[in-house]
């Protein structure tokens, strides 16, 4: 992750744009259901797409699907964001299948079939990139802790691990010596059973496109964007905390934590602001990305001014 996160403007597409193009009027009505505290998730399940997130009763518009689905980070494909879409189009998605096992009761391994089952929700939430750049993005999943109390945990874990597909052949970023591939990230298992914690398999009422992370990817909108790792293969209930990909390649950059804190800088930029993608200027950049009555009892007695 490095800090030329300038957005070209070509990047941008107006919602007005977005909707003309799968054809819904641009008047569709904002259905906003339910709205808990300062600002988010918005849990409402509409027909088409929710037109904003409510945040301390500024709205916040969704970021276009063209710029969601053409600006990624994704290392497996490339380190250029606007690459990713194009690199990644052939990428196989199914059949896919996700290893749940560790320290649990009923390991399970679940299929595309098996994820369908789920009832599948619309969250929109902030993304928030370490790089500080962010987006709004409606999501379609299942919160985590559905699938965690179907293996049924052990007293005993208590951290959750992810691990993202390894297949050099499929993912020619893998080839890059750099990381330790594949891409690992890790919860503990408080933060992995948190309702706001999302296993997410769409995006703008549509099944993920690969660069998004397809099939199934965590979305954990409190946390840097770089813990919502994608294309899982593998989840681990466990009792130490994961060491992840970030971890390992920057220790002094990307800790365990992540969480989206304004006042903890990054070693090499300020995290107070952010560029919301398709908009100018900058936003203030929430402590936990704007959810904070969600989840800031996790951390209570912790020094957050550590928590990087
Ligand atoms: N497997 C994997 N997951 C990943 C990444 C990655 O490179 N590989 N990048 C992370 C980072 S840094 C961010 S900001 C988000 C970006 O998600 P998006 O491309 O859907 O916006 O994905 C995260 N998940
Ligand atoms: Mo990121």
């Known amino acids: 992750m490095d800090t030329s996160e300038i957005t070209p403007e070509n990047v941008y597409l107006s919602r007005r744009e977005f909707l003309k193009g799968i054809g819904i009027a641009s008047t569709s009505a904002i259905i906003l259901a339910a709205c808990k505290g300062q600002g988010t998730p918005v849990t409402s399940i509409p027909s088409t797409p929710t037109g904003t997130v409510a945040d301390d009763g500024e709205k916040e518009p969704l970021t276009s699907f063209e ?23 052939d990428f196989p998605i199914s059949p896919w299948k996700i290893e749940v096992g560790g320290l649990v009761n009923k390991p399970k391994t ?9 009832s599948i929700q619309e969250r929109v939430y902030r993304l928030r990139c370490v790089e500080a750049w962010s987006m709004v993005i409606p ?12 293996v049924e ?20 970023g893998q080839n890059n010596s750099w990381y330790e591939w594949p891409y690992v990230e890790g919860l503990r298992l408080d933060e992995a059973m948190n309702d706001l914690t999302l296993l997410a398999t769409g995006l703008y009422g549509k ?6 992370g397809a099939p199934a990817r965590l979305v954990v909108p409190w946390k ?8 899982i293969v593998k989840i681990d209930l466990v009792e130490e905390m994961p060491t992840s990909l970030w971890m390992a390649a920057a220790p002094n950059e990307y800790g365990f ?33 704007g959810y904070a009555d969600e989840v800031a009892h996790l951390y209570s007695g912790m020094d957050l001014s550590a928590n990087y």
């Open 67 to 89: 710029a969601i689905t053409n600006y990624n980070n994704y290392y497996e494909f490339s380190t250029d964001k606007e690459a990713v879409a194009r690199l990644s189009k």
């Open 110 to 118: 679940f299929d595309l079939d098996d994820l369908n089952k789920f």
């Open 139 to 150: 999501w379609m999943g299942f919160p985590l802790a559905e699938l965690l109390n179907e």
């Open 153 to 172: 945990p052990t007293s005993a874990a208590k951290f959750v691990r992810f691990e993202t597909l390894y297949d050099p052949n499929k993912m020619p």
């Open 207 to 212: 099944n993920l496109l690969p660069q998004s």
């Open 224 to 231: 840097y964007g770089f813990k919502s790792i994608k294309a």
């Open 257 to 289: 934590y992540a969480n989206v804190n304004p006042d903890v800088s990054h070693p090499r930029w300020s995290q107070a602001t952010e560029r919301r993608i398709g908009e100018t200027g900058r936003r203030k950049t929430l402590m936990f990305n």
